[in-house]
């Protein structure tokens, strides 16, 4: 094979410089093997077309081909310039890919098989079985295993017959050389097979006599009679009959050369060693993993002891064998020692000598296996560590310090701990994406339980996502999944998956014990807990989604007698918890979860989560007081990840009459839903929890009301404004409560922003008097907002110098205290002034500032204001068809975000939209609105940076 090499002899693979290219889609894979099927000349458009779609193409069937090829060429080619293709090229009248037939492992297959039977004409006996030999190691399972169409099925069954002739020539060969007694077992597995292949069934009977098994020889054509006849009407060939006379009268003739006898140096002191076991032959196909693999081929390439570790399920084993078999070192033979039925830790050696075919006659275990194993290179799997794994430790440190040619790979649930060691994970499998690895795995694997699964629907497919996402992408869960639609419908499937260990109580009989079901593979992990690690196991079941360290000590501290965080790291060691060294997270798989909850009775769950909902109580009210700082991007960080643990709290504590502290976390949560966009959650929450708790401590509720209209703002909800603000205002106790200051400011922006007139000059007392309370709180960083609800008010006033001087000073303010909202809004309010006095250059400056300051903040329901108000802008600057650009997108993005900005800002923004519609013809305002629909939130805001001229956000937002 040459640098770049197409295999299709097994899944349809393309390597580069020895690495595999990405894994395609179904569609480009189907494309790709009808290329290779004619590889080297060209095939036409509609021969392709007929190919890839089984004859029933969709509408713009050219425009998809087209845009196929294109993504393979990238990938064939990805450091070709101007589209200098020359591997996969438009001939006329199709496309061809120019390859040798050395680049292509079916055309290298067929050719060496032709060169065998050359050989074996000229009795060239030892060269034909060399190159025979070659052509079947090129075979990695069933040709386009992975391709499913029509064509593909014909060419490999066809490719399957060549295949066969291979093993049959191989095994005459084999018999010629005098090595009958090696093939009986492989004969006698292919006869079963292909049975009415009378060419093995010829091979088998002439090993077994060769071998001095007359009767079984014989045995072999009655069968082989029997069969043609039932099956065909037939009798057996001349040759078949021929041999079955030959041996019935022992003809001489028959015993062919001498075997071969390979026999052993002898080696002093060395117990007798036989050939280990070949590693099993896989029953089902390899899927996914390309990269742990290639991680595995490296490492194992540099180190001498790797671990695999991974949760039960994961498919450690699987991955380690298929290793084995592709990234072994050169000259080193994959050995496995499969540890998992070994009961007692001190028959671990006794294992090892087993498997590698060494002899017990005498003496210990392990001081037969140093000498058996010095200069052998042997790369040792040793699998299933972690029920003995100090056991299998020391062992290994033993070998591998007396055997410089042994290499070890194990896998284990935890690490062996010993210096040298390289650990590397084995997770769940991507899930959840139609085109993940575990979809793959699941299709692959149901291909026989449901054939119709072949070509899978749409509907189909999201069905599919949905049960191995639920699964965790677990491996062996994905296949017991596939494995229920020998008895189940994919909709019953997927509509029980809830119910995981009753839906997965199946398994394969021949499966270890431990790996038959989904409940034993998991309890094989809890039943290498002590009572304290599994208290702690329960424990952090209550957490949804990940969680932090200073959760667990909260909610299993009580009960651990110390030394929390060092039982978690033990449950992270084995597999049972896993660790997200980026976010200084952990996270509990929702399979291993489920299973900690079923061990709970209601008194320990309940007395968990109430722990759970009180700990995430305090931390929404530690973190709320953070948010408008300058430092506040940590808060921020922990309040997005804990999202999952914070719905989870409020839901227990409302179900159990806790309104408290479901108000608690609720009104502690008001600024963050306001800035992320949460606002339809947010005000469903707080409406629950203020009316389960009506009695709440008075600072308590009114947070919460202050929270409530916040988010009443963002929908545009004026009379909820009111009734908050003034419920808050009149319940505070006096003039030093913080959200006193903060419902004073927001009543008076509320009031300028939508025209009211203030006959009595409410806004200003509301002003002037939340200043005061926010200087007695120690609130420096109201008087930003301070400033800028002064200029809201100067402007609804019709005082434009007035309001950009109080907008200079907002900015000043809020640049000095980091609170980017409140410098984010005065943009905003600037960028209206502008607007109003015709300045449509400095509106979109402002705004510009406006929206990339909320973009870095991932704050949505600003980015949308912003975006309003830029389309009011760019037809200020006269720029019309631009602003209904952003029209449409804000239309799209609204229902994404869920907040429509028009519903916050009425009076302003049903001016811009009239504004903008006005300067259009309707055709034309309409067109533009389609562009913008089109658009994601990123796309937008470059559009407003660049009318700005100013750069374009670098990262997207949260």
Same mark, same amino acid.
């Given at each position: 094979?040459?640098?770049?090499?197409?295999?299709?002899?097994?899944?349809?693979?393309?390597?580069?410089?020895?690495?595999?290219?990405?894994?395609?889609?179904?569609?480009?894979? /189907?494309?790709?093997?009808?290329?290779?099927?004619?590889?080297?000349t060209t095939v036409p458009l509609d021969v392709l077309v007929d190919r890839v779609w089984n004859g029933q193409p969709p509408t713009a069937v050219l425009g998809t081909l087209q845009a196929v090829i294109s993504k393979l060429r990238r990938e064939l080619e990805p450091d070709a310039v101007g589209g200098r293709w020359e591997v996969l090229v438009t001939r006329d009248p199709g496309y061809r890919l120019e390859v040798t037939p050395e680049d292509v492992d079916a055309l290298c297959f067929t050719s060496l098989l032709r060169?065998?039977?050359?050989?074996?004409?000229?009795?060239?006996?030892?060269?034909?079985?060399?190159?025979?030999?070659?052509?079947?190691?090129?075979?990695?399972?069933?040709?386009?295993?992975?391709?499913?169409?029509?064509?593909?099925?014909?060419?490999?069954?066809?490719?399957?017959?060549?295949?066969?002739?291979?093993?049959?020539?191989?095994?005459?060969?084999?018999?010629?050389?005098?090595?009958?007694?090696?093939?009986?077992?492989?004969?006698?597995?292919?006869?079963?097979?292909?049975?009415?292949?009378?060419?093995?069934?010829?091979?088998?009977?002439?090993?077994?006599?060769?071998?001095?098994?007359?009767?079984?020889?014989?045995?072999?054509?009655?069968?082989?009679?029997?069969?043609?006849?039932?099956?065909?009407?037939?009798?057996?060939?001349?040759?078949?009959?021929?041999?079955?006379?030959?041996?019935?009268?022992?003809?001489?003739?028959?015993?062919?050369?001498?075997?071969?006898?390979?026999?052993?140096?002898?080696?002093?002191?060395?117990?007798?060693?036989?050939?280990?076991?070949?590693?099993?032959?896989?029953?089902?196909?390899?899927?996914?993993?390309?990269?742990?693999?290639?991680?595995?081929?490296?490492?194992?390439?540099?180190?001498?002891?790797?671990?695999?570790?991974?949760?039960?399920?994961?498919?450690?084993?699987?991955?380690?064998?298929?290793?084995?078999?592709?990234?072994?070192?050169?000259?080193?033979?994959?050995?496995?020692?499969?540890?998992?039925?070994?009961?007692?830790?001190?028959?671990?050696?006794?294992?090892?000598?087993?498997?590698?075919?060494?002899?017990?006659?005498?003496?210990?275990?392990?001081?037969?296996?140093?000498?058996?194993? +010095?200069?052998?290179?042997?790369?040792?799997?040793?699998?299933?560590?972690?029920?003995?794994?100090?056991?299998?430790?020391?062992?290994?440190?033993?070998? %591998?310090?007396?055997?410089? $040619?042994?290499?070890?790979?194990?896998?284990?649930?935890?690490?062996?701990?010993?210096?040298?060691?390289?650990?590397?994970?084995?997770?769940?499998?991507?899930?959840?994406?139609?085109?993940?690895?575990?979809?793959? %795995?699941?299709?692959?694997?149901?291909?026989?339980?449901?054939?119709?699964?072949?070509?899978?629907?749409?509907?189909?497919?999201?069905?599919?996502?949905?049960?191995?996402?639920?699964?965790?992408? %677990?491996?062996?869960?994905?296949?017991?999944?596939?494995?229920?639609?020998?008895?189940?419908?994919?909709?019953?499937?997927?509509?029980?998956?809830?119910?995981?260990?009753?839906?997965?109580?199946?398994?394969?009989?021949?499966?270890?014990?431990? +790996?038959?079901?989904?409940?034993?593979?998991?309890?094989?992990?809890?039943? *290498?807990?002590?009572?304290?690690?599994?208290?702690?196991?329960?424990?952090?079941?209550?957490?949804?989604?990940?969680?932090?360290?200073?959760?667990?000590?909260?909610?299993?501290?009580?009960?651990?007698?110390?030394?929390?965080?060092?039982?978690?790291?033990?449950?992270?060691?084995?597999?049972?918890?896993?660790?997200?060294?980026?976010?200084?997270?952990?996270?509990?798989?929702?399979?291993?979860?489920?299973?900690?909850?079923?061990?709970?009775?209601?008194?320990?769950?309940?007395?968990?989560?109430?722990?759970? /909902?009180?700990?995430?109580?305090?931390?929404?009210?530690?973190?709320?007081?953070?948010?408008?700082?300058?430092?506040?991007?940590?808060?921020?960080?922990?309040?997005?990840?804990?999202?999952?643990?914070?719905?989870?709290?409020?839901?227990?504590?409302?179900?159990?009459?806790?309104?408290?502290?479901?108000?608690?976390?609720?009104? =502690?949560?008001?600024?963050?839903?306001?800035?992320?966009?949460?606002?339809?959650?947010?005000?469903?929450? %707080?409406?629950?929890?203020?009316?389960?708790?009506?009695?709440?401590?008075?600072?308590?509720?009114?947070?919460?009301? *202050?929270?409530?209209?916040?988010?009443?703002?963002?929908?545009?909800?004026?009379?909820?404004?009111? $009734?908050?603000?003034?419920?808050?205002?009149?319940?505070?106790?006096?003039?030093?409560?913080?959200?006193?200051?903060?419902?004073?400011?927001?009543?008076?922006?509320?009031?300028?922003? *939508?025209?009211?007139?203030?006959?009595?000059?409410?806004?200003?007392?509301?002003?002037?008097?939340?200043?005061?309370?926010?200087?007695?709180?120690?609130?420096?960083?109201?008087?930003?907002?301070?400033?800028?609800?002064?200029? +809201?008010? =100067?402007?609804?006033?019709?005082?434009?110098?007035?309001?950009?001087?109080?907008?200079?000073?907002?900015?000043?303010?809020?640049?000095?205290?980091?609170?980017?909202?409140?410098?984010?809004?005065?943009?905003?309010?600037?960028?209206?002034?502008?607007i109003e006095l015709g300045h449509g250059p400095e509106a979109l400056t402002a705004i510009a500032r406006t929206t990339l300051l909320a973009h870095d903040d991932g704050d949505r329901t600003s980015m949308l204001a912003g975006l309003l108000t830029a389309a009011g802008a760019a037809t200020a600057a006269g720029l019309p068809r631009v602003g209904a650009v952003l029209l449409g997108a804000i239309e799209t993005l609204s229902r994404l975000v869920g907040y429509d900005p028009l519903r916050m800002d009425p009076v302003d923004g049903q001016g811009y939209v009239a504004s903008t519609q006005a300067a259009l013809d309707p055709q034309e305002y309409e067109a533009a609105r389609a562009e913008g629909r089109a658009m994601d939130m990123d796309a937008a805001i470059a559009l407003v940076q660049r009318l700005a001229g100013r750069p374009e956000p670098a990262?997207?937002?949260?």
């Amino acid at each position: 094979m040459t640098a770049r090499s197409f295999r299709v002899l097994g899944p349809v693979e393309v390597w580069n410089d020895g690495r595999p290219v990405p894994r395609q889609t179904p569609r480009h894979r /189907a494309v790709l093997a009808a290329l290779l099927v004619d590889a080297g000349t060209t095939v036409p458009l509609d021969v392709l077309v007929d190919r890839v779609w089984n004859g029933q193409p969709p509408t713009a069937v050219l425009g998809t081909l087209q845009a196929v090829i294109s993504k393979l060429r990238r990938e064939l080619e990805p450091d070709a310039v101007g589209g200098r293709w020359e591997v996969l090229v438009t001939r006329d009248p199709g496309y061809r890919l120019e390859v040798t037939p050395e680049d292509v492992d079916a055309l290298c297959f067929t050719s060496l098989l032709r060169a065998a039977r050359g050989h074996a004409e000229r009795g060239e006996v030892e060269a034909a079985r060399t190159a025979v030999g070659e052509a079947l190691e090129l075979w990695r399972g069933p040709a386009y295993a992975d391709v499913a169409e029509t064509f593909a099925v014909e060419e490999a069954a066809r490719l399957e017959q060549l295949r066969l002739d291979a093993r049959e020539l191989a095994a005459d060969l084999d018999l010629r050389l005098g090595r009958h007694g090696e093939l009986v077992e492989d004969l006698r597995a292919l006869v079963r097979a292909e049975p009415l292949r009378e060419g093995l069934r010829r091979s088998l009977m002439l090993a077994l006599y060769r071998a001095g098994r007359q009767a079984e020889a014989l045995t072999v054509y009655d069968e082989g009679r029997r069969l043609l006849a039932e099956e065909l009407g037939v009798d057996p060939g001349r040759d078949l009959q021929t041999l079955h006379e030959r041996i019935l009268r022992q003809d001489a003739e028959l015993a062919g050369p001498p075997a071969e006898v390979r026999l052993p140096e002898p080696r002093p002191e060395v117990a007798p060693v036989r050939a280990a076991d070949p590693l099993p032959a896989p029953l089902t196909t390899f899927i996914g993993r390309t990269r742990e693999l290639d991680t595995l081929a490296a490492t194992l390439a540099d180190r001498r002891l790797v671990t695999l570790v991974g949760p039960g399920g994961s498919g450690k084993t699987r991955l380690a064998l298929e290793a084995a078999r592709r990234a072994a070192p050169e000259g080193f033979t994959p050995a496995l020692v499969e540890l998992a039925g070994v009961g007692d830790p001190a028959l671990v050696d006794t294992e090892i000598a087993t498997a590698l075919g060494v002899t017990l006659a005498a003496g210990d275990a392990l001081g037969l296996l140093v000498p058996a194993l +010095q200069g052998r290179p042997t790369l040792l799997v040793l699998d299933n560590c972690e029920h003995v794994v100090d056991a299998a430790a020391a062992v290994t440190a033993t070998l %591998l310090a007396r055997c410089p $040619e042994l290499r070890v790979l194990a896998t284990s649930r935890q690490p062996l701990g010993l210096p040298g060691e390289a650990v590397l994970p084995c997770g769940p499998m991507p899930a959840g994406d139609v085109n993940s690895d575990a979809v793959r %795995l699941f299709l692959d694997r149901a291909r026989l339980a449901a054939p119709h699964l072949a070509e899978p629907t749409d509907e189909e497919l999201a069905l599919i996502a949905g049960v191995c996402a639920e699964l965790d992408g %677990l491996p062996l869960a994905v296949e017991l999944a596939a494995a229920c639609l020998t008895t189940l419908p994919l909709p019953e499937v997927a509509a029980r998956v809830d119910d995981r260990f009753g839906l997965l109580a199946g398994g394969w009989r021949t499966a270890h014990p431990h +790996q038959r079901t989904l409940a034993a593979t998991v309890q094989w992990s809890v039943d *290498l807990l002590d009572p304290r690690q599994l208290a702690v196991f329960r424990a952090v079941s209550v957490f949804a989604g990940s969680f932090a360290a200073d959760g667990v000590e909260a909610v299993a501290g009580p009960d651990g007698e110390g030394g929390t965080l060092e039982l978690l790291r033990a449950l992270a060691g084995q597999s049972l918890v896993e660790v997200d060294h980026r976010s200084a997270r952990y996270r509990m798989l929702e399979t291993l979860r489920q299973y900690a909850d079923q061990l709970m009775d209601d008194d320990e769950r309940r007395v968990l989560r109430d722990r759970h /909902a009180a700990f995430l109580a305090d931390l929404a009210e530690r973190l709320e007081g953070k948010l408008r700082r300058r430092d506040g991007g940590p808060a921020w960080h922990r309040l997005d990840a804990e999202q999952p643990n914070l719905r989870a709290a409020m839901a227990h504590a409302l179900a159990t009459g806790q309104g408290v502290t479901a108000l608690r976390i609720a009104g =502690s949560l008001g600024w963050y839903w306001y800035r992320r966009g949460y606002v339809a959650e947010g005000r469903q929450w %707080l409406a629950e929890a203020l009316t389960a708790a009506p009695d709440a401590p008075v600072p308590v509720r009114a947070q919460a009301l *202050l929270s409530d209209a916040l988010l009443a703002y963002l929908t545009g909800d004026v009379p909820s404004i009111w $009734e908050r603000t003034n419920e808050l205002i009149t319940i505070s106790p006096g003039e030093d409560e913080g959200n006193l200051a903060l419902a004073l400011v927001l009543r008076g922006f509320v009031r300028a922003l *939508l025209g009211h007139v203030d006959k009595e000059n409410e806004t200003a007392q509301d002003v002037a008097r939340g200043m005061a309370v926010a200087e007695r709180c120690g609130i420096d960083w109201v008087r930003s907002e301070i400033a800028m609800t002064l200029g +809201q008010f =100067s402007r609804a006033d019709g005082n434009p110098d007035a309001a950009l001087q109080h907008l200079d000073r907002a900015e000043e303010l809020a640049r000095q205290f980091g609170h980017t909202w409140a410098e984010c809004s005065a943009q905003w309010v600037r960028a209206k002034v502008h607007i109003e006095l015709g300045h449509g250059p400095e509106a979109l400056t402002a705004i510009a500032r406006t929206t990339l300051l909320a973009h870095d903040d991932g704050d949505r329901t600003s980015m949308l204001a912003g975006l309003l108000t830029a389309a009011g802008a760019a037809t200020a600057a006269g720029l019309p068809r631009v602003g209904a650009v952003l029209l449409g997108a804000i239309e799209t993005l609204s229902r994404l975000v869920g907040y429509d900005p028009l519903r916050m800002d009425p009076v302003d923004g049903q001016g811009y939209v009239a504004s903008t519609q006005a300067a259009l013809d309707p055709q034309e305002y309409e067109a533009a609105r389609a562009e913008g629909r089109a658009m994601d939130m990123d796309a937008a805001i470059a559009l407003v940076q660049r009318l700005a001229g100013r750069p374009e956000p670098a990262v997207p937002a949260r």
